[in-house]
């Protein structure tokens, strides 16, 4: 069964760090990449998505990730973050096979001001 | 840009009543999911729907689940005889109608709250 790997829980920061969440996935066959941000009560928004091409994406808000194959990894990164980025990151998997996505269990951001 | 829409945000029920969650997916697109996230925990599949039937579902999806396109615009998720840890955030998606096009677009979700 696929499987999507978050590493780190919960992850502090203050102003201006940069950061980088870890994805790995189980899947070995043909998947597409997204990264959601979840705010505070609010619901998943899409911070980026790869499906093809160059590995390294850019999504909004200064985020980027880099798909690598063949770690089977998907790494969200940003140079520096503010405090506007606390939020809940989900990384998620889109088997184009099953035909659903399979979501990690997300990592709590949190920027100290 | 098109989004896709839920009601309502937020239903309080009791135990053992029936509800149900409503969506309007993006009109041109044909596929349709329901993911559900427990509070604090991951968001997990429920079930896709493609053609006027379901497609996968997860072995959450049991009896109590049902879902329907009844008139072509929404998507309803029923849950009968709900039980307190049906307590969630249920979201609502669609997708594209080309393959390729892997792209879920999320609705705002739904807060059940079982009490």
């Known amino acids: 069964a696929q499987s999507v790997s978050q590493h780190n829980h919960h992850v502090i920061l203050s102003e201006a760090a940069s950061l980088e969440l870890g994805c790995n996935y189980s899947y070995g066959g043909t998947v597409n990449l997204f990264w959601y941000v979840q705010y505070p009560g609010q619901h998943l928004q899409l911070l980026l998505k790869y499906f093809s091409g160059d590995p390294l994406v850019k999504g909004i808000k200064g985020f980027e990730a880099e798909f690598i194959k063949s770690k089977f990894s998907f790494n969200l990164r940003k140079p520096s973050v503010q405090w506007s980025d606390t939020a809940e990151y989900f990384c998620?998997?889109?088997?184009?096979?099953?035909?659903?996505?399979?979501f990690g269990d997300g990592t709590t951001l949190t920027v100290k001001p | 840009e098109p989004e896709v829409t839920q009601t309502p945000s937020h239903q309080v029920t009791q135990m053992g009543q029936e509800v149900i969650l409503r969506c309007v997916p993006i009109?041109?697109?044909?596929?349709f999911y329901w993911y559900r996230q427990i509070l604090g925990q991951k968001v997990e599949f429920l079930v896709s729907?493609?053609?006027?039937?379901?497609?996968?579902k997860s072995e959450i999806f049991d009896d109590q689940f049902s879902v329907e396109r009844p008139d072509g615009s929404n998507f309803t998720l029923k849950i009968r005889s709900t039980k307190l840890e049906d307590s969630a955030m249920y979201f609502c998606a669609s997708r594209g109608p080309l393959r390729a096009y892997n792209e879920q677009f999320f609705g705002p979700g739904t807060r059940l709250t079982v009490l």
């Open positions: 998620a998997v889109y088997n184009t096979n099953a035909g659903k996505s399979t």
């Open positions: 729907f493609y053609n006027n039937e379901i497609s996968e």
């Open positions: 009109s041109n697109h044909l596929y």
